[in-house]
């Protein structure tokens, strides 16, 4: 069975960093594209970022652009996401995800399963 699992999110100021990582078990996470989506209260679940299985290929949501960046270590077994001068629009549950189509669009939720609970990110001063 495939299980991911979130952690790193907290409560940090605006301006501040924070490290999400995605654990996953009971399977090799090389074989599979992850992506990165994003939750808050009252909206929809919004694609951040996603990664290819070898790494080589990452997109991002315009509103991440320059700030957020997603990363892998199969050795590990875990996907990244670094996320650097945070706002308080990025508040959120954040969530990883394994891709179900080797054509996955981040905009589409529905290429994705194996949702990990989630992580609470929350940006307030």
């Known amino acids: 069975q495939l299980q991911l699992v979130e952690s790193g999110g907290g409560l940090v100021q605006p301006g501040g960093s924070l490290r999400l990582s995605c654990a996953a078990s009971?399977?090799?996470?090389?074989?599979?594209?992850i992506a990165w989506f994003r939750q808050a209260p009252g909206k929809e679940r919004e694609g951040v970022s996603a990664i290819s299985k070898s790494g080589g290929s990452t997109n991002y949501a315009d509103s991440v652009k320059g700030r957020f960046t997603i990363s892998r270590d199969n050795a590990k077994n875990t996907v990244y996401l670094q996320m650097n001068s945070l706002k308080p629009e990025d508040t959120a549950v954040y969530y990883c995800?394994?891709?179900?189509?080797?054509?996955?669009?981040?905009?589409?939720?529905?290429?994705?399963?194996?949702w990990g609970q989630g992580t609470q990110v929350t940006v307030s001063s």
């Open positions: 995800a394994v891709a179900t189509l080797s054509d996955y669009r981040l905009e589409d939720p529905a290429d994705f399963g194996s």
């Open positions: 009971g399977f090799t996470l090389d074989y599979y594209a």
